[in-house]
């Protein structure tokens, strides 16, 4: 039998072959308890050798299910999620479930008309990263009446986050048992996990002592061209620093251009410490210092979280995932007072 046809196959082509009803067919599919074994086995086996495929319109008519994920993500082009994406679809395919992707590009009001037109899709559940909405999708389940888990958002009772906290906290104590005093930190106010890094950079200053310099806390947005532009004013200050903190992974890799652009050394002048641990990290000369979040195990884990609600499950927590400090060439001891 030829693909195309196969496409074409129907409930009532299987009940004609079998010699039974439609009706039993869709039971025998179904593992419906009143249909004999051996007449489900020949209705099944009968099913896949013409190609049978299940309608899922068909489907979401019957059990108000349509088997699709609404996926909403901040920027196709960030390299930060395509691990997280991947955990996501691969969980939703063995479930069953196919995901539908679209960008909020950060903003507030794009995040809101995709969500409500993944809820016009009748999509069976939402994830989103990096939302501008945060925990206001509380006051909103009226409007939008399904499951909604979001990722790294640790005040949304549906959440899976990487633990930040103690990551930033190992990304400075790191820094401070190599010797640094004077180190710097490149922020992204956008972002409210950004909070998190900072208070522990703050934190361990203080635990050592360490003045609280606000000068060496400067802001970007999490892109190549502002942790260049972040380098660039860090290293025109009369003292500047000897290590310098970067919100994730991106910007780690602009400040090391502006190091590099400045004649420094990395990490003989300056070190360097990124967070998120791209791929390319371990690639880049010489390999980044930073921390490492599990984003395939965040995208498995949002989904599952997902599908527990979409099946009414009771007791469901939020997930708070380990980071982990990888140590590599742009972090060495602070140098010597000239």
Do not use: W
Not at 9 to 38: C, F, M, W, Y
Not at 139 to 150: E, G, K
Not at 263 to 279: K, M
């Amino acid at each position: 039998m030829s693909r195309e046809k196969r496409k074409l196959v129907s409930i009532k082509d299987i009940a004609q072959e079998a010699g039974v009803s439609p009706s039993t067919v869709s039971r025998a599919l179904h593992n419906h308890p009143h249909i004999s074994t051996e007449t489900g086995e020949r209705v099944q086996r009968l099913a896949h050798e013409m190609g049978y495929t299940p309608s899922l319109l068909a489907r979401s008519l019957v059990t108000q299910d349509t088997a699709t994920i609404g996926l909403v993500i901040t920027y196709t082009a960030d390299p930060f999620l395509s691990r997280l994406v991947q955990g996501v679809e691969e969980t939703a395919r063995n479930s069953g479930y196919s995901v539908f992707l679209s960008s909020s590009y950060r903003d507030y009001e794009r995040e809101l008309e995709v969500v409500r037109s993944f809820h016009e899709r009748r999509t069976s559940g939402i994830i989103i990263t990096g939302s501008q909405i945060d925990t206001d999708y509380l006051d909103l389940d009226d409007r939008f009446p399904l499951p909604i888990v979001l990722i790294n958002c640790r005040t949304y009772p549906y959440s899976v986050s990487a633990d930040k906290i103690s990551g930033a906290k190992q990304a400075v104590e790191h820094l401070v048992q190599l010797g640094h005093r004077r180190i710097a930190f490149v922020s992204n106010a956008k972002l409210s996990t950004d909070l998190d890094r900072q208070t522990s950079y703050q934190q361990v200053l203080r635990e050592h002592d360490i003045p609280i310099d606000d000068t060496l806390v400067v802001e970007g947005d999490g892109m190549l061209e502002s942790g260049v532009r972040a380098g660039q004013k860090l290293l025109s200050l009369p003292q500047p620093p000897t290590a310098i903190f970067c919100f994730n992974d991106l910007t780690a890799m602009g400040v090391l251009t502006a190091l590099r652009e400045a004649d420094l050394q990395v990490p003989r002048d300056c070190s360097v410490v990124g967070f998120d641990d791209l791929e390319i990290s371990a690639y880049l000369c010489p390999p980044l210092t930073t921390v490492r979040q599990p984003c395939y195990r965040m995208g498995q884990a949002a989904i599952r979280m997902l599908l527990q609600l979409i099946r009414g499950e009771n007791g469901i927590q939020a997930e708070i995932l380990q980071t982990e400090l990888i140590v590599r060439q742009t972090t060495g001891l602070a140098p010597e007072p000239s």
